[in-house]
């Protein structure tokens, strides 16, 4: 960028510091705060008092933090998701429709055979949850995969067909005739519902995100076709060159995220409300991919970001009481990735201040050029 008397050049860091891949999230995080705060000190509100409301609910008590855990769950399953997607430069959008459509898949397998023993209609759910997730995943990746279709479009419009089909069930053929008109299945057999800690809320869908966690990281890391998802994800024309099999990867991974995310509904219906009913996620896929980008793609510290925004869900819940309405914390949510995008740029550039830019050089007189750091091999960019 260049004014008349200086100019602002973006310039590739020849490898990116790994203490700025570290600081830029967390300061972002902490830009994304200051701006709240200014946002509820103009609103009338002490931001002192609600973010002291917000953590203590979602920190300040042993519920809190049980409830804290419960809402990572979903979040972390389907944050591991995207994140496997991203690695490809797919962008799976539909985590929401995915997790809607597993969570349909485990119900049906759970009022269809309610007397089944419990590790059998467990397993049975776990399965359906996942199998179906990952062919709602399948759907947008067959066009991308073949006739390059862009996925973002068709897995964002699949988030639709997938809520509308479950409230048309809820409030259809599968409402509950003794549930006071609430759009709600009857509920589950005790065979078909998550054990859970102790007398917590906390169900085994947290050892599903762990697990899940764990095997992404071996893929991805042990693997050769996680090095596969790697190199194709930073230049598809040399994978393309070293043989490696596109349309077979992207719909192997679209799948994949597809199932994980379809775990998270099966998980929330199991162990959480034990039943289908209308609204079943708050936009947990949305918030999956603010959770995978917080975390640079890393599946081990998803499990720690997620932690960290479902305490900004529950706090959310807290905040209520003081006036405010729980959309504030959506919109912090969306000052946290706004930063953190636009923090990913000082990761990977730095910035480079002139004086005497264009309007010394209308003048006849030469702009003396920039050192530059990366030498003949870092790009530039204005």
Same mark, same amino acid.
């Given at each position: 960028m260049r004014g008349p008397g200086f100019g602002i050049r973006l310039e590739r860091r020849p490898r990116p510091s790994p203490v700025?891949?570290?600081m830029v999230p967390v300061m972002s995080v902490v830009l994304a705060l200051v701006l709240g705060a200014v946002f509820l000190s103009l609103t009338g509100y002490?931001? =002192?008092? *609600?973010?002291?409301?917000?953590?203590?609910?979602?920190?300040?008590?042993?519920?809190?933090?049980?409830?804290?855990?419960v809402k990572a769950i979903p979040l972390m399953l389907a944050g591991?998701?995207?994140s496997l997607a991203f690695r490809m430069l797919l962008w799976n959008?539909?985590?929401?429709?995915? @997790?809607? /459509?597993?969570?349909?898949?485990?119900? #049906?397998?759970? @009022?269809?055979?309610?007397?089944? +023993?419990?590790?059998?209609?467990?397993?049975? /759910?776990?399965? =359906?949850?996942f199998a179906v997730g990952a062919l709602w995943g399948l759907l947008p990746a067959l066009p991308r995969a073949f006739l390059g279709v862009n996925e973002i479009i068709t897995s964002l419009m699949l988030n639709y067909v997938a809520l509308y089909w479950v409230d048309y069930l809820v409030y259809g053929p599968w409402k509950d005739p003794k549930g006071y008109n609430f759009p709600l299945t009857p509920p589950f057999s005790p065979s078909a519902q998550l054990p859970t800690l102790g007398n917590t809320r906390v169900h085994l869908g947290l050892v599903f995100g762990l697990i899940g966690a764990a095997v992404i #990281? @071996?893929?991805?890391?042990? @693997?050769? #076709?996680?090095?596969?998802?790697? *190199?194709?994800?930073?230049?598809? &024309?040399a994978a393309r060159y070293a043989g490696m099999n596109i349309p077979r990867n992207i719909l192997l991974v679209m799948m994949i995220s597809g199932g994980l995310a379809g775990l998270a509904g099966m998980s929330e219906v199991s162990g959480i409300t034990h039943r289908l009913q209308h609204g079943i996620s708050p936009g947990y896929g949305y918030t999956a991919i603010i959770i995978a980008w917080l975390s640079k793609l890393n599946p081990v510290a998803i499990v720690g970001v997620s932690f960290l925004f479902s305490g900004l869900l529950v706090g959310g819940y807290s905040i209520q009481s003081s006036g405010l309405p729980a959309a504030t914390v959506s919109m912090l949510q969306g000052a946290i990735l706004f930063f953190v995008l636009g923090g990913d740029i000082l990761i990977n550039y730095r910035l480079r201040f002139r004086s005497g830019g264009a309007g010394g050089q209308s003048k006849?007189?030469? =702009? &003396?050029?920039? +050192?530059?750091a990366a030498g003949p091999a870092g790009g530039t960019g204005e």
């Open positions: 700025l891949a570290f002490s931001p =002192a008092k *609600v973010y002291s409301i917000m953590f203590d609910g979602a920190f300040g008590s042993k519920y809190g933090v049980s409830e804290t855990v591991l998701g995207v959008i539909g985590a929401e429709g995915q @997790l809607y /459509m597993g969570a349909f898949a485990a119900s #049906w397998v759970a @009022l269809s055979f309610p007397g089944l +023993p419990k590790p059998v209609l467990l397993t049975a /759910m776990f399965l =359906a949850g #990281w @071996l893929i991805l890391r042990r @693997l050769k #076709w996680g090095y596969e998802i790697r *190199v194709i994800g930073e230049s598809t &024309p006849g007189k030469a =702009a &003396p050029a920039a +050192p530059s």
